[in-house]
């Protein structure tokens, strides 16, 4: 059985979970390679076309800084992402910069500095940005600066707020159904400014009725 299969069917054996979670590009001895030593125009280019990759396909992009994680802290936190199907790769600024350029992605300049590790988040986005945020409580020193969802840049607390999004289902059958209590309910419970809150609301409302318009 070949491992190349459809991306969202064969998301768990395809090589991009493999080689965002477990190879020596996403380990913490090679994120101190990428951030702090000079690499070759050829490795330079290899991890762009692999950025590139990522972004293409992925629903949201979870920003973080990693510095302090432990070695197997990383390997908990892509164990516990790689189920939901999601991956943690530790990046190069200015590459992910040039990649989400290619992409004609926003660049969020403010989220990409210092050590900064990426979650590319190709399942359901509620259950992966609560992963993120979960582990970031627990271990007291993930910080998880903001993301991407699809072409809207979002803060820490945009992604909190998607993590008490309800599943894909029903927040489509709500966006359809026109029914505004659930989304006020969860205004008043999340702090932050509202604006921020509501422009995460949108951005996942428009990538919710995308495939169902094409």
Same mark, same amino acid.
């Given at each position: 059985?070949?491992?190349?299969?459809?991306?969202?069917?064969?998301?768990?054996?395809?090589?991009?979970?493999?080689?965002?979670?477990?190879?020596?590009?996403?380990? @913490?001895?090679?994120?101190?390679?990428?951030?702090?030593?000079?690499?070759?125009?050829?490795?330079?280019?290899?991890?762009?076309? !692999? =950025?590139?990759?990522?972004?293409?396909?992925?629903? &949201?992009?979870?920003?973080?800084? =990693?510095?302090?994680?432990?070695?197997?802290?990383?390997?908990?936190?892509?164990?516990?992402?790689?189920?939901?199907?999601?991956?943690?790769?530790?990046?190069?600024?200015? %590459?992910?910069?040039?990649?989400?350029?290619?992409?004609?992605?926003?660049?969020?300049?403010?989220? %990409?500095?210092?050590?900064?590790?990426?979650?590319?988040?190709?399942?359901?986005?509620?259950?992966?940005?609560?992963?993120?945020? !979960? =582990?970031?409580?627990?271990?007291?020193?993930?910080?998880?600066?903001?993301?991407?969802?699809?072409?809207?840049?979002?803060?820490?607390?945009?992604?909190?707020?998607?993590?008490?999004? @309800? @599943?894909?289902?029903?927040?489509?059958?709500?966006?359809?159904?026109?029914?505004?209590?659930?989304?006020?309910? %969860?205004?008043?419970?999340?702090?932050?400014? &509202?604006?921020? %809150?509501?422009?995460?609301?949108?951005?996942?409302?428009?990538?919710?009725?995308? @495939?169902?318009?094409?």
């Amino acid at each position: 059985m070949s491992l190349r299969v459809g991306w969202r069917e064969g998301f768990l054996l395809s090589g991009r979970l493999r080689r965002s979670s477990g190879d020596s590009r996403s380990d @913490p001895d090679h994120g101190k390679g990428v951030e702090g030593l000079a690499i070759t125009r050829e490795k330079k280019q290899e991890l762009v076309a !692999d =950025y590139l990759d990522h972004v293409n396909h992925a629903k &949201l992009i979870i920003i973080a800084d =990693y510095r302090g994680l432990t070695v197997k802290q990383l390997q908990d936190l892509r164990r516990t992402l790689a189920p939901l199907q999601a991956s943690f790769q530790v990046t190069k600024n200015t %590459l992910l910069k040039r990649a989400l350029r290619e992409a004609g992605k926003p660049i969020p300049d403010d989220l %990409l500095t210092g050590t900064t590790a990426v979650s590319y988040c190709f399942g359901e986005i509620p259950a992966i940005a609560k992963a993120m945020g !979960d =582990y970031a409580r627990a271990s007291n020193i993930l910080q998880i600066k903001g993301g991407l969802l699809g072409n809207q840049i979002i803060t820490a607390e945009g992604v909190r707020a998607l993590a008490d999004l @309800p @599943p894909r289902e029903v927040l489509l059958a709500r966006v359809v159904g026109g029914l505004q209590a659930p989304i006020s309910g %969860l205004v008043t419970v999340l702090s932050g400014p &509202l604006r921020g %809150l509501l422009n995460v609301l949108e951005a996942r409302r428009r990538q919710l009725e995308e @495939p169902a318009a094409a």
